[in-house]
């Protein structure tokens, strides 16, 4: 293995650090990726999730890095979930070299993080809580080498293209920058137009095995999905499920059915607060909780393996969601399989699919007899919880702005 790696071009130290990982070999994204990024040329990657992009980019930026010379590695990414996993991902490969590693990003306390970023060489972000430290001044971006743009497809979806484009100008002109996604699309091409120079394209092909990978539907009316959803998931005995719904307010109440007809579940989404969305996926990884609930949050860059079926409970509106989703599956020469619950307004989310990838086998299942359960409705707090304080006295004087004479004890009109 030390041998394959060392065509790369990579250090002794860095060796060891991938040697220590247990990686016999590099991934297709990670051998066609890393001798341009060696040689200091800006590189656009598109590979899926999992395919080993974080190793790509942070050989390059170990490699680059200096101790204790301020921050000079910057990566974007669009969740804070994936800059905790970029985060120790890349502490892991830096230990020969002891760079201070840290992650920024919202929901937590902003007080430690202003602390770590005086001592940090290498910076994962998210562009909301970056940018709210930059109008502080609590970081410094003058000195940054390499930005790494992870998941930029994702970070464009999801609103960030201004936030992006105002860090990307605040850093030095003469820098790498390398842009890593599962699909390039014309807004990463228009992007690196404007802040590349002369990128170098590679392309790895996708993880998922079309052979191993199963994919059935069943149309059902919308009052009988989470019976069949709970009827499913009972005859499943093996490996870890990942169940895709389009809201929280769908993802809520899913997981408060099945926890109620015995089924062991947990739930992610954006609305839960940082740490419980950390222990949400220990226990899911850690094959403790058999069932993982989840808005695309989860469909996206973090690293979560052994899942043998994905259900869509919800069917995405945007066909590219659908393939990020079912990519979770049918890896690394596992079977795997994909269970589309159709209610009635699926059907064009559906056709949008089937249109676009035409080489999509999704064959119909026909629904098996399954007894209704009663539903239970999420708890929601009442929109307007503001209290009223007491009324306003109302007189003679009501509305007159008036000031304290300190010489005096009265009040005088202004």
Known sequence: MKNIFDNLGLSDNLVAAIDCLGFEKPTQIQEQAIPHIMEGKDVIGESATGSGKTLAFGCGIVEQVEQGKGLQALILTPTRELAEQVMESLKEISKQDNLAVISVYGGVAI???????????????????????????????????????DEADRMLDMGFIDDVEKIIRKCPRERQTLFFSATICGRIRDLSNRYMNK???????????????????YNVHKSMRISLLM???????????????????????????????????????GGLSQNK???????????KVGVLVCTDVAARGLHIDNVSHIYNYDLPKDPKDYVHRIGRTARAGEKGKVINLLCEYDHVNFSRILEQYRSFSIRKEEKPYVEKVKNLPVDRKPRNTFKRGPPRRKGRNFGVKKKFNRNARFYKRR
């Open 111 to 149: 007080g430690p993080q202003m602390r770590s970023l005086r001592e940090a060489d290498i910076v994962v972000a998210t562009p909301g809580r970056l940018l709210d430290h930059m109008s502080r001044g609590t970081i410094d971006l003058s000195k940054v080498k390499i930005l790494v743009l």
């Open 199 to 217: 990128p170098v394209k590679v392309s790895a092909k996708k993880m998922v095995d079309p052979k191993k990978l199963r994919q059935v539907y």
């Open 231 to 269: 009827h499913l998931l009972k005859k499943e005995k093996q490996g870890l499920v990942m169940v895709f719904c389009n809201t929280r307010d769908n993802t809520d109440f899913v997981v408060k059915n099945l926890k109620a007809n015995g089924v062991n579940a947990i739930a992610i989404h």
């Open 277 to 287: 969305r950390t222990r949400t996926l220990d226990l899911f990884n850690g094959a």
